[in-house]
């Protein structure tokens, strides 16, 4: 009976070692003439775990169109077209980039499998003609535009060396260099219309 | 009534074992004194290792001013002793700024001051506060001869947008008499 007590206390000590979060102390003591000191250290630990957020445009799962109509009387003669649409309209979107796990690289593609967008005749207007800018180009730089894509910009972070916390917006604009023949380019995921923006930490 | 006989046995069996714990829990202890005067300090319930507060910040809410509290409380206990004649005052202080919470990635620079963590005491005879980034930080004093024993309770402020990864660091009680 005895062997069995002893067998269910070791069982019992073992058990309460293993459970995680079990605690142990740090004790000390002091004794004699003053002056006495005793000390003991609490150790902390805070997980913070890797985090990147990224909007483009509209939250929500909203994908924005952004249009350009130049009009028959300036077709081509180099005069910017501003856009509509965006969330913030006139061709404005918002950005919101927020990262903790290091430098953050953007980098936009798109769906024209490098021939620029088109108009379902065989004709096509390069990403060239489509200006972007920024509303801070030295926080949150928007990469350039181009029919292969690839194009990448990185946003200094804003504390330390990982952590980007932006809300800026992007601004397009057609650049109207040249005549194309009529018809309407691109679209809502179709003729090469999309860009995709890919944020990524290392 | 005999058929009520058991089940009142059993509460009055129960309140009394109720009443039993509760005073278990006193928090303040009279000892008796003691000519060589003598302090101690235990900081975590049991055993010699040293305890740790773990926070683990869920990834929607880092920096969002949710607190975030740690699982368990930390027994925090100092008892001093000394002579009736010759009575002494023991002063309980933390340095929460010579060991901060610094991510352990060896490529970081990063740290967590420590005056993002609070404590709230269960009873108070330790009172609730906050670590202050001080070496020297008072938190309470007594008088011999007696064993006081409370239990904290640790929250992160979570007001950092801070880099990912895991932050380490000690803070020190030291329990003395001048």
């Not at chain 1, 990403?127 to 029919?147: C, G, K, M």
């Not at chain 2, 829990?25 to 010699?48: K, M, Q, Y």
Request: charged share 15%; proline share 6%.
């Amino acid at each position: 009976m005895k062997n069995i007590y002893k067998q269910i206390v070791t069982t019992a000590l073992l058990a309460a070692t293993a459970m995680p979060g079990t605690l142990l102390a740090e004790a000390t003591s002091d004794d004699g003439a003053t002056p006495l000191s005793a000390a003991a250290r609490l150790d902390f630990q805070i997980n913070i775990p890797g985090i990147l957020r990224f909007r483009v445009g509209s939250d929500a799962g909203t994908i924005d169109l952004v249009q350009f109509t130049p009009t028959a009387a300036n077709l081509g003669d180099d005069t910017d077209i501003d856009g509509t649409g965006g969330d913030l309209t006139g061709g404005e979107v918002t950005v919101d980039l927020f990262s903790n796990a290091g430098q953050i690289t953007i980098t936009p593609t798109n769906n024209s499998s490098g021939a620029g967008l088109d108009n379902g005749l065989g004709d096509t207007i390069s990403y060239d003609e489509i200006l972007t800018s920024s509303s801070d180009a030295a926080v949150l730089p928007v990469p350039v535009l181009s029919d292969a894509g690839g194009t990448t910009s990185q946003p200094p972070p804003t504390s330390g060396s990982r952590v980007t916390n932006l809300t800026e917006s992007w601004t397009y604009t057609y650049d109207n260099t040249d005549v194309y023949p009529e018809g309407t380019y691109g679209g809502v995921n179709t003729q090469g219309g999309r860009v995709t923006y890919t944020a990524a930490s290392p | 009534m005999p058929g009520h006989t058991l089940p009142t046995v059993l509460k009055s069996l129960l309140l009394v074992c109720a009443l039993w714990c509760a005073m278990a829990d006193a928090v303040v202890f009279n000892l008796n004194n003691r000519a060589t005067p003598r302090i101690n300090i235990r900081v975590g319930a049991a055993g010699s290792n040293i305890t740790e507060v773990a926070f683990t910040v869920p990834a929607g809410q880092i920096g969002d001013n949710n607190p975030i509290t740690a699982a368990g409380r930390v027994r925090i206990q100092v008892l001093i002793r000394a002579s009736a004649a010759n009575p002494l005052t023991g002063f309980l202080t933390v340095d929460s700024l010579s060991n901060p919470l610094e991510n352990t990635d060896p490529g970081s620079t990063s740290s967590i001051p420590f005056s993002e963590i609070s404590w709230t005491a269960r009873d108070g005879d330790i009172p609730s506060g906050a670590f202050q980034d001080e070496i020297d930080q008072d938190i309470v004093s007594f008088q011999s001869s007696q064993r006081y024993r409370d239990f904290h309770t640790f929250s992160y402020a979570n007001t950092l947008e801070i880099e990912s990864g895991t932050y380490e660091g000690h803070v020190i009680y030291t329990w003395a008499v001048p």
